[in-house]
């Protein structure tokens, strides 16, 4: 790169080394070689080309100033509120009472998230475990989410019978004893 070897050469944006005037043929002297690609992004080297990382937005330049290239790629944030980590490329998980996963991609956003609310389990009311569950009338407890499948951790069972009652449980259905009503 340059006009002519005795006025100043420079290797290409994305080499590093020099070019120097010899008074042998070729006349000139050149360590000119490829820059590797940066951290967190990959290809044959900058001047072939470099793409950021799964998981990581941004590009790479070739430059013909040190380091002879300008990097943007930066770790893509874990996609709330359906999940939480450090960042993609370092592993997200699903937030609790939801399934699924993150998996870190090379296309915009960066990342495929699975992660979806379980629903409310059996003897609970409400829509999902993120958006609260109780037990339903007739069972004593609580339910809350976590981030092991099931996805929740319920106590909610069932009543038993009141004094001056017979039966098996409040949500089978009681009966007063005779003489009470």
Do not use: W
Request: glycine share 12%; proline share 11%.
């Amino acid at each position: 790169n340059g006009a002519s070897i005795p006025d100043g050469c420079a290797c290409d944006a994305g080499f590093s080394g020099m070019v120097l005037a010899t008074s042998a043929t070729p006349f000139y002297q050149s360590n000119c070689s490829a820059v590797a690609c940066p951290g967190n992004s990959s290809g044959p080297d900058v001047p072939a080309g470099c793409v950021c990382n799964a998981g990581y937005s941004g590009g790479v330049n070739a430059s013909s100033t040190f380091p002879y290239y300008e990097s943007s790629c930066t770790a893509v944030a874990c996609p709330v509120p359906r999940s939480y980590g450090i960042d993609v490329p370092h592993g997200c998980t699903c937030s609790h009472g939801h399934n699924g996963t993150v998996v870190a991609t090379s296309t915009p956003p960066f990342f495929v998230s699975t992660c979806t609310p379980v629903q409310c389990p059996i003897n609970t009311t409400g829509v999902d475990l993120p958006s609260g569950c109780a037990c339903k009338p007739g069972f004593s407890g609580s339910v809350y989410a976590t981030i092991i499948a099931p996805y929740h951790n319920s106590t909610c069972t069932p009543v038993f019978c009141p004094a001056n009652s017979y039966g098996a449980s409040v949500p089978d259905s009681c009966a007063c004893n005779p003489g009470y009503s």
